[in-house]
Nanobody
Framework: VQLQASGGGLVQAGGSLRLSCAAS????????MGWFRQAPGKDREFVAA????????RYADSVKGRFTISRDKSKNTVYLQMNSLKPEDTAVYYC???????????????WGQGTQVTVSS
């Protein structure tokens, strides 16, 4: 499966962005889709994940209450609504899919190309 992420850009602190990630094939109900991010010089870190079938979600503590992950089954697309953005949210954001409802990068088998999010202070 191929993943195409979009929606990144430059925004001021306190602003909002919505990222999208479209899958080239149908995601099975047992699947999971997640978002990770990687800032320059830092490791890739978990942001959020959603179960495709049941829609339960999980978030990193650093984004809880500010980011919302959702999905549209009819479009095979997952979204990440990011509100109250902070400069420390600046990173390349990657979407990924797999079968483990986890927060480790190796829980996910397929990755998108990444989209840059830059938050200015």
């Amino acid at each position: 499966v191929q993943l195409q992420a979009s929606g990144g850009g430059l925004v001021q602190a306190g602003g909002s962005l919505r990222l999208s990630c479209a899958a080239s094939k149908r995601i099975f109900s047992s699947g999971v889709m997640g978002w990770f991010r990687q800032a320059p010089g830092k490791d890739r870190e978990f942001v959020a994940a959603i179960r495709w079938g049941g829609s339960s979600t999980r978030y990193a503590d650093s984004v809880k209450g500010r980011f919302t992950i959702s999905r549209d089954k009819s479009k095979n697309t997952v979204y990440l609504q990011m509100n109250s953005l902070k400069p420390e949210d600046t990173a390349v954001y990657y979407c990924a899919t797999g079968w483990q409802y986890g927060s480790s990068w190796n829980d996910y088998a397929y990755w998108g190309q990444g989209t840059q999010v830059t938050v200015s202070s």
